[in-house]
């Protein structure tokens, strides 16, 4: 034990003494010189050079190209898949048509050295990823991921408004894939919380200038950990899954589960400052331990930090739960089984539930199991009703949402897109061991 602890200190020691600067993500290349139109080139295969537990790369780097469109954009994506396993590309949190989810699910994927085109129109602005949903837990956690950022059709914050400085941080945990393809270990990274960001180990340097405004669009792309930010001075929350969150939040810890995302403004002044995750476990939340320092913070300049942007937040309260037509999902199983069941069954064994395309339904996922699941939607998004019976504090739409031990979760949900939609847990090793169900939205006849 003494051995170990040694060895803690003498890693963070050489962490903190050599840190690599914080590396920027290329963006993908437009290769359309139509202004609505975003067409991106993306080769997944394996890195030249696999390290660290990354084995994969897009065109050639993990984390892969950030792309970056603007609502109401067509977003075409030529996809070669140069690994020697089938693949897709899932939009996560972009309402897609179901032909373009990358689920394959009466869908087939992408062979080896095939190329499909997925295309479709962007219908929402905020901060979304891209990743495999075939022998996802493997293909993500070996690093087949990136951002896509979508910009709002109107400018944000509305003009005159001081510039942003907008940088794309995608965090991930790496090995956290059991060789075995068993859950059981539930990621290395549980127990070894290396984070990585942006392809490099933390904390790594970050030098913005002092007196500007940053806007970290941040990604929690690993398949197990929990990335729990706390709040710092000048730091607030402004934005969710689904784009501006209806206020502003600077209070914290932010949790963000396996597939979240989150936008923080960062009013940069002249003082140094380090971003810490806390210790914080799928098995229980907030644990014991030191902190884990993510971004080290060094100001270029002496200017003061500048004050808070005024974003057009919309201060809309949440809506009130209106009883009625309730689905139940209860997730159940344990790490001990490494068997995990969405209302006692394992996908693809599973019930579907349809609906009528334009009805609304209220999702009621009740976690009755040892462990927080963040429960993901695909194709759409969901109000967030009551966490335990309480609403949120102001109106609160996500894609992702954890859902903490014996925690009941009330979501809105209004099913308007047609087609077959996975709803799953987003720890990778509990969706492949069977947490995963589908919700068909039946078409408008
Ligand atoms: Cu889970």
């Keep these: 034990m003494r051995a170990r602890a040694?060895?803690?200190?003498?890693?963070?020691?050489?962490?903190?003494?050599?840190?690599?600067?914080?590396?920027?993500?290329?963006?993908?290349?437009?290769?359309?010189?139509?202004?609505?139109?975003?067409?991106?080139?993306?080769?997944v295969a394996p890195l030249a050079a696999p390290h660290d537990g990354f084995e994969y790369g897009v065109n050639g780097a993990t984390p892969g190209p950030t792309i970056r469109a603007?609502?109401?954009?067509?977003?075409?994506?030529?996809?070669?898949?140069?690994?020697?396993?089938?693949?897709?590309?899932?939009?996560?949190?972009?309402?897609?048509?179901?032909?373009?989810d990358g689920v394959p699910w009466m869908v087939a994927p992408v062979a080896p050295g095939e190329t499909f085109i997925y295309q479709f129109a962007l219908q929402q602005s905020g901060t979304y990823w891209y990743h495999p949903h075939f022998d996802t837990d493997r293909q993500v956690d070996g690093g087949l991921y990136g951002a896509v950022i979508v910009a709002p059709a109107e400018p944000e914050?509305?003009?005159?408004?001081?510039?942003?400085?907008?940088?794309?941080?995608?965090?991930?945990?790496?090995?956290?894939?059991?060789?075995d393809g068993h859950s059981g270990a539930h990621g290395r990274g549980q127990r070894f919380p290396t984070w990585w960001v942006n392809g490099a180990p933390t904390p790594v340097e970050w030098a913005p200038a002092a007196?500007?405004?940053?806007?970290?669009?941040?990604?929690?792309?690993?398949s197990t950990g929990y990335l729990a930010l706390p709040a710092l001075p000048g730091v607030r929350a402004?934005?969710?899954?689904?784009?501006?969150?209806?206020?502003?939040?600077?209070?914290?810890?932010?949790?963000?589960?396996?597939?979240?995302?989150?936008?923080?403004?960062?009013?940069?002044?002249?003082?140094?400052?380090?971003?810490?995750?806390?210790?914080?476990?799928?098995?229980?939340?907030?644990?014991?331990?030191?902190?884990?320092?993510?971004?080290?913070?060094?100001?270029?300049?002496s200017a003061a930090a500048p004050a808070p942007v005024?974003?057009?937040?919309?201060?809309?309260?949440?809506?009130?739960?209106?009883?009625?037509?309730?689905?139940?999902?209860?997730?159940?199983?344990?790490?001990?089984?490494?068997?995990w069941f969405i209302n006692g069954e394992r996908f693809p064994d599973v019930t579907i539930a349809e609906?009528?395309?334009?009805?609304?339904?209220?999702?009621?996922?009740?976690?009755?199991?040892?462990?927080?699941?963040?429960?993901?939607?695909?194709?759409?998004?969901?109000?967030?009703?009551?966490?335990?019976?309480?609403?949120?504090?102001?109106?609160?739409?996500?894609?992702?949402i954890d859902v903490g031990i014996r925690q009941t979760l009330r979501l809105r949900w209004l099913a308007d897109n047609p087609g077959d939609w996975m709803a799953h847990c987003h720890i990778l090793p509990h969706a492949e061991d069977g947490m995963?169900?589908?919700?068909?939205v039946l078409p408008a006849p």
């Design 238 to 301: 402004i934005a969710g899954d689904q784009g501006l969150a209806a206020a502003p939040d600077a209070v914290g810890p932010w949790v963000l589960g396996p597939g979240d995302r989150a936008d923080f403004e960062w009013s940069v002044g002249p003082d140094a400052a380090v971003w810490a995750a806390e210790p914080y476990s799928l098995n229980g939340g907030p644990r014991w331990g030191d902190p884990w320092p993510l971004l080290s913070v060094t100001p270029v300049g």
């Design 211 to 222: 007196g500007t405004t940053q806007r970290l669009r941040v990604v929690n792309a690993s």
């Design 157 to 179: 914050p509305p003009a005159p408004a001081p510039e942003v400085v907008e940088t794309v941080l995608i965090f991930d945990l790496p090995a956290e894939h059991a060789p």
């Design 70 to 100: 603007r609502e109401g954009d067509t977003l075409v994506v030529e996809l070669t898949n140069g690994l020697d396993t089938p693949t897709t590309l899932h939009w996560h949190g972009l309402h897609v048509p179901f032909a373009m």
């Design 436 to 440: 995963m169900t589908v919700l068909r």
């Design 310 to 339: 005024a974003w057009p937040f919309s201060g809309a309260a949440p809506s009130a739960d209106p009883g009625g037509p309730t689905w139940v999902y209860a997730l159940t199983g344990s790490d001990r089984t490494g068997v």
């Design 6 to 43: 040694l060895t803690w200190v003498a890693l963070l020691w050489a962490g903190a003494a050599g840190a690599q600067p914080l590396p920027v993500l290329p963006d993908a290349t437009d290769l359309e010189p139509a202004a609505d139109v975003v067409h991106v080139a993306l080769t």
């Design 355 to 400: 609906v009528p395309q334009g009805a609304e339904r209220v999702l009621e996922v009740r976690n009755i199991s040892p462990t927080h699941h963040p429960f993901h939607l695909h194709g759409h998004a969901f109000e967030v009703l009551s966490v335990d019976g309480v609403p949120p504090p102001h109106r609160r739409i996500e894609d992702t």
